[in-house]
């Protein structure tokens, strides 16, 4: 039998993306808003992508805080669309400025 034809293959692949939805719709949505948005400012390619990508990465890194915080699953809809529309630039002033606020108080 070949492996495109084993349906335990398909079925564990859907349950994965059943038991993973809320972070998939997150990147996606991240990813989404962040090429738009390259778009809308007159970028090129090379930004959308990277941009996308590192937007996309970012927020899939936000997704198991959510869950520390006792937020639920739905929230990751809130922080890959947040993501997305601030932009790795922004939130990487943002992380600097908390990480120099921290630094600062030891």
Known sequence: MKMDQDPSLT?????WMASHHPQLYAFGLS????????????GGWRQ??????LCGLATLTL?????YLGLPDSMATFAGGAVGF???EKLRDYADRLIGRKVDQV
């Open 11 to 15: 079925a564990a692949f859907v349950a």
């Open 31 to 42: 990813v989404a808003i962040a090429v738009i948005r390259v778009i809308y400012g007159r």
């Open 48 to 53: 959308m992508a990277l941009e996308g990508a």
């Open 63 to 67: 997704v198991p805080l959510l869950a």
């Open 86 to 88: 601030m932009g790795v």
